[in-house]
């Protein structure tokens, strides 16, 4: 296995070469410490992880961990997927900060640190939650539009908001805000979505007074105001009718970022270069995807895609190839990437002339038979354990398993099942879920070897016993937060000392300005 020193790993990064950065730990482990462009690649995860962040097999990779060989064993799968110029990071992490360079804690740091830098840059005015409540009693002319996903605005929301994601903005301001007197808005849970989505707005040259609410919906309740929850307010769905006004905003603003047009015949050729390494994601929101796609294209709805481009985005130096129906969040999005230092950013005009309609009914929950003896699981989930006297490992994320699982299940975590040996070998059963049953799947292998009962799998997950009227039951407490190495717990995610917590995660997003210099991989700006 070849094995680079740091120095050598930190003159790949800066060579202008395709790169993917893999890092082999879960994600609550990547978030304590990792390198600035790293992609968290969990060994637990490889199998859809991989598959999304590698479109192409042959690019250049270097698997990296914190020195307990889960890189080696990531750099292995990936050998038997055809990978052939992949390399290890000698000493992992620890390497990488005896040589002096630097390691960021937290997730999705490039956007992030990305959007601190176009705070910075663009002069993006903001105001301080007290303010806003002043406004708000008053009465004054204005809108708060909440950037956010609506799962995250259903939670906590600033009273009279209204939800559109960060990738709508832009597209729908003019039927929104139609008086140009009207002052917005926009808020999100901390910093980056509240200042890419104002300054959204200000880049499409919108005519009225834009401003970001500092520090989000924390920044209002550590200002002693309550959240709103359970609302549902949102943009009316459709195409809206000043459209054409947003296309010609956001042209311009794509035109200065230097982003280029492709269509259909040069998509195809993108995806068909063995050469280089080609995303095509379609920024519109998820349930216009669901109605119909671009074949091989993926869901990364634009608000999103810029607050976690590393979510999508696994290669550095690839070509991104942008759809959406009439070319506004395309342009938009792909301004940003290109602001962000993606050299290669293409909005795809005409992307959805072939799509396909998107069909992935949940039946009712049921227990997969062992394909080891095809015996097929007795009974059928209505409530309680899914089978009488059966071990149940949850294989869910650790925030989700807190929030609701199959009463008396198990949480694990697929990469250390071995700390569940001695409970495995002492079932006479054993039933693996997972959120869809996707990656209970995956482990039921792992599981076997470590038990000698018979081993089965839910068949469509806790969903589908959900779907099959089955209970679940909440914990807060399971798993503890130590345990949670599944997925990073930002400060204000714990159960105790949420404003202390909350600040500190504050401090942390204005920090990264200064931290990326120190670094000195990054550069934003349109890219030479």
């Keep these: 296995m070849r094995r680079i020193a740091a120095a050598t790993l930190r003159s790949w990064i800066m060579d202008g070469g395709e790169l993917a950065l893999l890092d082999a730990r879960e994600e609550g482990e990547f978030g304590t410490g990792h390198l600035f462009w790293a992609v968290p690649c969990p060994l637990s995860r490889r199998e859809e992880r991989a598959a999304a962040l590698l479109p192409r097999i042959g690019t250049r990779i270097v698997?990296?961990?914190?020195?307990?060989?889960?890189?080696?064993k990531l750099a292995d799968y990936l050998a038997e997927l055809g990978a052939t110029d992949i390399a290890v990071l000698d000493g992992g992490t620890p390497a990488w900060n005896a040589a002096g360079?630097?390691?960021?804690?937290?997730?999705?740091?490039?956007?992030?640190?990305?959007?601190?830098?176009?705070?910075?840059?663009?002069g993006t005015e903001s105001v301080d939650a007290a303010e806003l409540h002043a406004w708000l009693a008053d009465g004054r002319d204005m809108i708060v539009l909440d950037s956010?996903?609506?799962?995250?605005?259903?939670?906590?929301?600033?009273?009279?908001?209204?939800?559109?994601?960060?990738?709508?903005?832009?597209?729908r301001i003019g039927d929104l805000v139609?008086?140009?007197?009207?002052?917005?808005?926009?808020?999100?849970?901390?910093?980056?979505r509240s200042i890419m989505g104002a300054e959204s707005l200000r880049r499409a040259g919108v005519p009225n007074r834009v401003v970001a609410l500092r520090n989000g919906t924390m920044g209002w309740e550590l200002a002693g105001f309550s959240c709103a929850r359970g609302r549902g307010e949102r943009y009316p769905a459709g195409k809206?009718?000043?459209?054409?006004?947003?296309?010609?905003?956001?042209?311009?603003?794509?035109q200065s970022a230097g982003v280029r047009l492709i269509g259909p015949i040069g998509l195809a050729q993108f995806t068909a270069d063995p050469t280089r390494t080609c995303y095509v994601l379609d920024v519109r929101d998820p349930a216009e995807f669901g109605a119909g796609y671009r074949p091989g294209s993926v869901s990364a709805p634009g608000g999103q895609l810029i607050q976690g481009t590393d979510t999508w985005v696994g290669v550095r130096g690839a070509r991104i190839a942008l759809i959406d129906d009439d070319g506004v969040r395309a342009r938009m999005s792909a301004a940003w990437l290109r602001l962000m230092g993606h050299r290669d950013v293409f909005v795809v005009e005409g992307g959805l002339d072939e799509i396909e309609i998107d069909r992935d009914p949940v039946d009712g929950a049921s227990v997969d038979g062992d394909p080891v003896d095809g015996a097929p699981a007795d009974g059928a989930p209505v409530d309680g354990a899914p089978v009488d006297g059966a071990l149940v490992i949850d294989l869910a994320v650790s925030v989700a398993f807190r929030e609701g699982h199959i009463p008396g299940a198990v949480w694990g975590v697929r990469s250390r099942l071995d700390a569940l040996r001695s409970v495995l070998q002492a079932a006479e059963r054993v039933v693996l879920t997972s959120s869809d049953g996707a990656l209970a799947h995956r482990a039921a292998a792992e599981a076997r070897g470590l038990t000698r009962a018979p081993v089965a799998v839910l068949a469509g997950g806790t969903a589908a016993w959900i779907a099959a009227g089955g209970k679940l039951?909440?914990?807060?407490?399971?798993?503890?937060?130590?345990?949670?190495?599944?997925?990073y717990l930002r400060p204000y995610d714990r159960n105790s000392g949420i404003e202390a917590a909350m600040k500190a995660y504050l401090s942390w997003e204005i920090d990264l300005v200064r931290e990326i210099a120190r670094d000195g991989t990054a550069s934003f700006g349109p890219p030479g």
Excluded at 63 to 72: F, I, M, N, P, Y
Excluded at 148 to 171: C, D, K, Q, W
Excluded at 480 to 486: E, L, S, T
């Design 63 to 72: 698997c990296v961990d914190d020195g307990r060989g889960l890189a080696e």
């Design 178 to 192: 139609p008086d140009p007197d009207t002052l917005i808005v926009v808020n999100c849970a901390g910093r980056t």
């Design 148 to 171: 956010r996903p609506m799962a995250e605005f259903h939670r906590m929301s600033i009273p009279t908001g209204i939800n559109v994601p960060g990738g709508e903005l832009a597209y």
């Design 101 to 122: 360079f630097v390691l960021f804690t937290g997730v999705n740091v490039p956007s992030k640190a990305f959007g601190e830098w176009a705070e910075h840059h663009y």
């Design 240 to 254: 809206p009718i000043t459209a054409a006004v947003a296309l010609e905003r956001a042209a311009a603003f794509a």
């Design 473 to 487: 039951e909440a914990d807060s407490t399971v798993p503890a937060d130590a345990d949670c190495i599944d997925f």
